[in-house]
C-alpha cells in the first residue's frame, strides 16, 4: 500500500508540494512510501490557511514540525518540468518551487 510518487501538473503539482509538505513534517507517516515528486509547471505559492490547523487536528504527535518558512526543504527526489515557452507558469516560478527540494533534478 502506500504512495511511491506523485506527479503534478500545474495546480495538480500544488497538490503534489503540499502533500509532500505534509509527508516532510510527519517524518514519512502521512503518504507511506512517499519516494518521489515530478512537477510539471509547478510553482510556489501560500500554505492554504486551513493547512495548519489540519495538522494540529490530524497529526498533533508531529506539532512540533510545524514550520512553513524559508527553512523547510523538502528531502524527497524530485523532478521538476519547466517550458520556457509557458504563458502560465513562468520558469522562474518553477525554479522559485525546486529551490523547496533538497537536489531537485
Known amino acids: 500500500g502506500g504512495f511511491v510518487g506523485i506527479l ?4 495538480g503539482s500544488r497538490l503534489a508540494h503540499i502533500i509532500s509538505i505534509l509527508h516532510t513534517v ?8 512517499l519516494r518521489s515528486i515530478v512537477h510539471v509547471s509547478g510553482y510556489d505559492g501560500p500554505i492554504p490557511p486551513n493547512f495548519k490547523t ?3 487536528d490530524h497529526w ?4 512540533n514540525n510545524f514550520h512553513f518558512d524559508e527553512s523547510i526543504i523538502i528531502s524527497i527526489p524530485s523532478l521538476h518540468v519547466m517550458g520556457s515557452t509557458d504563458k502560465l507558469v513562468p520558469i522562474h516560478e518553477s525554479k522559485e518551487l525546486s529551490d523547496i527540494y533538497d537536489k531537485p533534478l
Open 60 to 63: 498533533i504527535q508531529y506539532k
Open 26 to 33: 510527519t517524518n514519512g507517516d502521512a503518504f507511506k512510501g
Open 8 to 11: 503534478g501538473f500545474s495546480q
Open 54 to 56: 489540519y495538522l494540529q
